[in-house]
């Protein structure tokens, strides 16, 4: 259980690789990163866009499938290469009109430490490294890419009356 008042949320934002996929990352012969995603990570990211709450990724990897799987689930905001991750997320507060305790952040590993500290809402998957367990408010119990995106994002569309309450939760 979360505490922290998730009716205050107005945006999720998500780190990938070890997050919304899993840590492992497979190869292609021709060198580009291949990512495995999981389809009900999707289906709650994609609702939570249509209810209205700002998505976005933001994540150190440069892979145009990584853009062209987040897009196509609604989300505008597909931030690649970030090397300091804090210049997207403050990017994005403006963008939006946000407060830090508006935002809610995933991520699992030392490249989004900065930003976890900065946010509302710190979330991590259960197998996070260490030093990102120790600031987040709240750890799933989903590992990256196996639901912990759906974990959380459920969670706060309940919390909102958001949940299996739109027609856009059957897709109508």
Same mark, same amino acid.
Request: hydrophobic share 40%; aromatic share 8%; with cysteine.
């Given at each position: 259980?979360?505490?922290? &008042?998730?009716? +205050?949320?107005?945006?999720?934002?998500?780190? $990938? &690789?070890? @997050?919304?996929? #899993?840590?492992? /990352?497979?190869?292609?012969?021709?060198?580009?990163?291949?990512?495995? $995603?999981?389809? +009900?990570?999707?289906? #709650?990211?994609?609702?939570? @866009? +249509?209810?209205?709450?700002?998505?976005?990724?933001?994540?150190?990897?440069?892979?145009?499938? /990584? =853009?062209?799987? *987040?897009?196509?689930?609604?989300?505008?905001? $597909?931030?690649? %290469? #970030?090397? /300091?991750?804090?210049?997207?997320?403050?990017?994005?507060?403006?963008?939006?009109?946000?407060?830090?305790?508006? $935002?809610?952040?995933?991520? &699992?590993?030392?490249?989004? *430490?900065? /930003?976890?500290?900065? @946010?509302?809402?710190?979330?991590?998957? #259960?197998?996070?490294?260490?030093?990102?367990?120790?600031?987040?408010?709240?750890?799933?119990?989903?590992?990256? %890419? *196996?639901?912990?995106? =759906?974990?959380?994002?459920?969670?706060?569309? +309940?919390?909102?009356?958001? !949940?299996?309450?739109?027609?856009?939760?059957?897709? !109508?």
């Amino acid at each position: 259980m979360i505490n922290y &008042d998730l009716t +205050k949320i107005k945006a999720l934002f998500f780190d $990938v &690789d070890g @997050v919304l996929s #899993a840590e492992t /990352v497979v190869l292609h012969p021709n060198g580009e990163p291949m990512r495995t $995603v999981n389809i +009900k990570d999707g289906y #709650a990211l994609q609702l939570a @866009v +249509k209810c209205g709450l700002h998505i976005a990724i933001i994540t150190g990897g440069k892979t145009e499938a /990584v =853009r062209k799987r *987040y897009e196509g689930l609604g989300i505008k905001d $597909v931030c690649l %290469g #970030a090397a /300091v991750k804090t210049k997207e997320y403050n990017e994005l507060l403006q963008k939006y009109q946000l407060k830090p305790e508006e $935002v809610l952040y995933m991520g &699992d590993d030392i490249p989004d *430490y900065e /930003v976890l500290r900065l @946010v509302g809402l710190p979330c991590c998957p #259960a197998d996070a490294a260490p030093e990102i367990k120790a600031i987040c408010t709240y750890i799933s119990h989903k590992n990256g %890419g *196996y639901g912990c995106g =759906r974990d959380i994002v459920e969670q706060v569309l +309940k919390a909102q009356g958001k !949940w299996m309450s739109h027609e856009e939760s059957f897709g !109508w």
